[in-house]
């Protein structure tokens, strides 16, 4: 999908402020980066998928077709049936160019997708875009490379994208050049690295096959009992962005665990990602790598736990061992006492605590690390189920303060 040459409308200014003449719904519009997304794909749909004007739905209210919900459509394309009723035919949800494209962007399609029982649906930020057409024989959402003109649509047309098979994994003796090659990159775009160019070799290199590990969707890490949790089901890899109690926002692959806690479902993910604070000099202080562990449940997602690898982690010869010294941010009221936190999980997990800090395992980089053998296992049960109690005292702290007002 080329936007590059389609054409923005009319600008005018009201109240000051700028605004497109929107052509669909002949209004003006005041303009935003997601207005501007949304006003160039209008144009592209009308333009070079040649949907007629009176078939566009904008800011489409969800209640309009006897939904009760005050949700809105971005652009919604109709078509008219044999009885001359108007049905939706395709839902597309618009985000601003500097807003990632995440599984929960998708999500957020597909439940008006379903909402309104619509044949294609598609997500798009301006740069890149994700298109689905929803298979009624398999009840499924399969991926297709664009969507199709308005009178393929119409025939239930598309051509679907298929699925890539993934390569195979970097050599264990090619690791560490590879990972050198990856270095060189995070210091021209620190944003979007795995590990930092400025951590230790003898870390970053573990840490980079620990990533590789994770990465590999091939091998599953075994459901079961874990103590703290079950685990239901090892889900892959999701694109997620999830923000942390400073106002720091990441974003990336992550692999996510959907588990079982206390009879409550949860989605607890890891990632490996660069690190830094507000007001570095990143040529003089270089970034970290830093572990993230990842919740969200039906309401929230936040960062349970960021473990950063220069300050968490020691290395000799080629194993790692990965501790943590128990500082925990609790949303706006501030950082947590860790005192109270170890004495949380010294009740609900204690075999990790040793030495007035917390031990999550070790790696060995000997070998290619994979998710389903006993150390692996072990560090990520071990970084879940701290990140489940970490939560729990969290939820506690809140409580607490909301008592106190």
């Not at 210091?187 to 573990?206: E, F, H, Q, R, V």
């Amino acid at each position: 999908m080329d936007l590059s040459k389609v054409r923005l409308p009319a600008i005018y200014k009201r109240n000051k402020r700028e605004c497109y003449l929107d052509p669909i719904r002949q209004k003006l519009i005041y303009i935003t980066p997601e207005e501007t997304v949304r006003q160039k794909i209008i144009s592209y749909l009308l333009a070079e998928l040649n949907v007629p004007n009176n078939m566009l739905r904008i800011e489409e209210p969800l209640s309009h077709y006897g939904l009760k919900t005050k949700d809105r459509a971005d652009i919604v394309i109709c078509s008219m049936t044999e009885a001359d009723t108007i049905i939706p035919l395709a839902v597309i949800e618009c985000k601003a160019e500097t807003v990632d494209l995440t599984d929960d962007a998708f999500d957020q399609a597909q439940r008006y997708s379903d909402a309104l029982l619509t044949t294609y649906t598609m997500v798009t930020n301006g740069n890149g875009f994700f298109c689905y057409k929803y298979d009624e024989e398999n009840q499924k959402y399969i991926h297709i490379k664009s969507l199709p003109s308005y009178a393929d649509m119409l025939k239930g047309e598309c051509v679907a994208e298929e699925p890539k098979e993934k390569p195979p994994r970097i050599p264990f003796n090619r690791l560490e050049q590879e990972l050198l090659l990856d270095m060189e990159d995070a210091k021209k775009n620190p944003y979007y690295a795995i590990i930092s160019y400025g951590t230790p070799m003898s870390l970053a290199l573990p840490i980079f096959n620990l990533w590789e590990g994770l990465y590999d969707t091939r091998i599953k890490m075994p459901e079961g009992n874990y103590g703290m949790f079950r685990l239901i089901e090892d889900y892959g890899i999701r694109m997620l962005s999830y923000g942390n109690g400073s106002g720091g926002q990441f974003f990336g692959p992550y692999r996510s665990f959907l588990v079982e806690v206390d009879g409550n479902t949860e989605f607890y993910s890891i990632s490996i990602t660069t690190y830094w604070k507000s007001g570095w000099d990143l040529e003089e202080k270089p970034p970290k790598t830093c572990i993230c562990i990842a919740h969200d449940d039906e309401k929230t997602a936040h960062h349970a736990l960021q473990l950063v690898v220069e300050d968490n982690a020691v290395a000799f010869d080629n194993i790692v061992k990965f501790y943590h010294n128990g500082r925990i941010a609790v949303g706006r009221i501030g950082s947590g006492k860790k005192s109270e936190l170890m004495e949380i999980v010294s009740k609900r997990y204690p075999k990790i605590i040793q030495g007035g800090r917390y031990y999550l395992g070790s790696i060995k980089n000997d070998h290619l690390l994979r998710l389903d053998e006993p150390d692996v296992i072990d560090l990520v049960v071990n970084l879940i189920s701290y990140s489940i109690v970490r939560d729990e005292f969290r939820d506690i702290v809140k409580d607490r303060a909301k008592k106190q007002v």
